[in-house]
């Protein structure tokens, strides 16, 4: 990363590719590696060496390492699809992160149809379930459950602080 005072390393790939003696202040020597020398190879047919190191002498130091790693990216996808580069995975994955989302949405909606109906059964067994006791409670308590484990897996905040209207479960206390 720092300017290193001594420089008996071997060339940066970059210089070893273009056939030059890398000097202390290389531009490329801390993001082209010799140990990766297609990562150069990549970016310079599709950039061009020269536009590579006047962008890199542009931006800050701190984002180079970011840009390199982008534009090897961008040129080795171009290099695999020379059309549409890495825009075609762009696209796939957008595409993929819609039907994704379309999904999701869906089994949420699911999620909140089925919790909604195990509210409404759970609601309607506990009222019955009071009046019966009354009667007579002794036989089969394994009808039912009045602690069912059923697990929520979504929970919608929006269920606890807004009362979904009229309720003939609940309101009908004289
Ligand atoms: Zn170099």
Redesign the pocket.
Known sequence: MASSSSYSNP??A??KFLRRK?LSG?I??PYFPPEEPTKFANVHKIFGASNVSKLLNEILPHQREDAVNSLAYEAEARLKDPVYGCVGAISVLQRQVLQLQKELDATNADLMRYTNLVMNTTQRRSFDDHNRVNVGYGGGSDSFDPNPGYPVPYYCPSWSNGPPGENPETGGDD
Do not use: K, V, W
């Open positions: 060339p940066c970059a210089c890398c290389c490329f020597a």
